[in-house]
Every structure is written in C-alpha cells, then in structure tokens.
C-alpha cells in the first residue's frame, strides 16, 4: 500500500511507486484528501488514475485530522479509513516519510522506507506549490495543464496574431495552438455555416486540451473562443449557446490584443480591411467587460514581440502555486 496527498503527483511519487509495484503482487495506492486543500482532491485521484491504469487507485476523502497532535484518536481514526479499502490490512507500506513506521505497525504491516532524503527524485509537493515553474521537470504532463500559463493572441483580421504566436512559440520554447478556424475551412474549401462554428470551437479545444501538455510553462493561443462567438454574431446573427458558455468558462492568464498597425494582407478567408477598427472594438469591449487581463500589443513585429514577452514575463514574477 502507498498512501499520499499527491498534491499534485510528480516524479518523487512515481519514483516510490515504480519502486513498490516491483516488489509486491499487488500494490493499492489510497489518495487522501481533504475540504480545502489547494489542489482540488477529484483532480489528483484522476490524475494518479491516469499515471496508473493498471493499479488500483482508490480516494479516501474522510475529514480526518492531518497530525496526531490534531485529535487523540489520530491513528485510530486513520487506519478505521484504510481497512475500508484495504479490509484484512496490506502486508506493507511503503513510504518516503518517518510516519511510515507507526502507520505500518498500527495496520500490523512491514513499512519499507524508500529515497527519505530525496536523493534519487530531489523534489517535493510543497516545492512545486511554491514555485510549480521552477520544478516544470518534475511534474508529469497530465498534470502541467492545472499549472501552464496560457496566453490567448486575439484580434481583427490580418494584424499579427499568427506571426507573434509563432515568435512567442520560438522565444518560449514551447508550443503554441493554431487558429483551427484557419485549418478546417481551408479543409473544407466551402463557405463557413453557422452548423461550422460547433465544429470549429470544438477542434480548437481539442487542440488547446492536447498541446497544454506538451507546453513548457506556457502555452500560446492563436485565437480563442470569443473570437468564435464574435465572428457567428456577425455572420449569422447568432452563435450556439454552448460555445457561447465554452467561451465564458474558459479565461486566460493572459490575452494579447494585436492593433489594427500593420498592413492588410490579402486572403480568400478574409472579411475585408474596412471591418477591422469595429471588429478590434468588440474584442476589446469583450475583454473589458469580462474583467480580463489583456495587453494591447502595437508597433513593428521587434517592437510586438518584446511588449509580448514583456507581459507574459509579469505572469511568472512572485508567483506562487495554489488552486487557478
């Protein structure tokens, strides 16, 4: 048995489980968590789900005290919700804590103490709440999405959003999300429909959901859903109601809003360049009225890119973990 808060999981933990489930015939892992915590407890039971399909991880969410100082009864009370899953007791416990020797004679079971000082995985949970940018090696991918910055490029037509997307990618070293917009009507090679904009937003959330994983701290977007819901209203008068709630729900560490100062470029897709200074407007007045952090982003493409980085450089400054 391997008990843990996993909050959030990283290489430390995989280190200890790689190491029980080579010495034992069957190896359950029990995920506690409480009310409250900074890292929602549903998230780390499926994201240790995920890392181990082929063990049995099971959630134990009693309310129960996290020190034995906190309530007589302490070890009692811990082991009562461990027999639970775990009825006729484990043969061992396996652990990196001191708290091991107790816990595994309270269950009647042999504690296996592995890596205490943090030789082999030098990391810990509390190390990357505090600083989960500083520790990015040490977390696995399905868990970075919770903690990646992502930063939306929006705006009108023809003013940069691709370009400054692909810089940002190449300064950051990471990934970046593509207008799916773009990719599925050049596919499609037919006029947009309104029966198209359910499609388009959800190959865009596919392809931010997926790319989230492999980004290194930060993740670019080439347009976002707003864009979405601006572009149906304009063109057909409406949008579907749930790309419009897709649209409220997702929010952004970051929006880059490209002004309308560099020369139109010409393309089939294109509305035309007498519709940009209205079309920047209600990006803009969106923004605002959301109450999201958005930079406006002008000048030649240096100048662009160094006003971007630039603000996506404040989104790290004293930054501490913890719940988004």
Known sequence: MILGKFMPPHSGHQHLIDFARARV?????????????????????????????????????????????????????????????????????????????????????????????????????TMIRADPYECWQYIPACVRPYYVKRVAIVGAESTGKTTLAEQLARHYRTVWVPEYGRVYLDEKNAPCELGDI???????????????????R????????????????????????WVRREAARRRY?????????????????????ESRDSFYGRVRRE??????????????????LE???????SLFINQTGGER
């Open 253 to 273: 560490d970051l929006y880059l809003l490209t002004a309308n100062d560099v020369p139109w470029v010409e393309d089939p897709q294109r509305v035309g360049p």
């Open 307 to 313: 006003r971007a980085v630039r603000a996506i450089d």
């Open 198 to 216: 359910s499609r388009i937003a959800r190959g865009h959330m596919e392809n931010e959901d997926r790319l989230a994983r492999e980004a290194d």
């Open 287 to 304: 923004l605002e009225s959301g109450d999201r952090r958005f930079e406006v982003i002008s000048g030649t493409r240096e100048q662009r």
């Open 25 to 125: 015939d069957r190896l359950t892992i029990i995920v506690a968590s409480i009310s409250g915590e900074p890292v929602p407890g549903h998230l780390r039971f499926e994201w240790m789900r995920e890392l181990y399909p082929d063990l049995e991880v099971v959630h134990l969410t009693d309310e129960n005290p996290q020190e034995p100082h906190e309530h007589p009864r302490f070890w009692e009370m811990w082991t009562a919700s461990i027999r639970r899953f775990i009825p006729e007791g484990p043969d061992y416990v396996f652990t990196s804590e001191s708290y091991g020797d107790e816990l595994a004679r309270r269950l009647g079971a042999r504690h296996v103490l592995v890596d205490q000082s943090r030789s082999r995985a030098p990391i810990s949970a």
């Open 218 to 241: 930060v993740l670019i977007l080439d347009t976002e859903l707003i864009i979405t819901t601006l572009w149906s209203d304009h063109f057909f008068g409406e949008c579907p109601d």
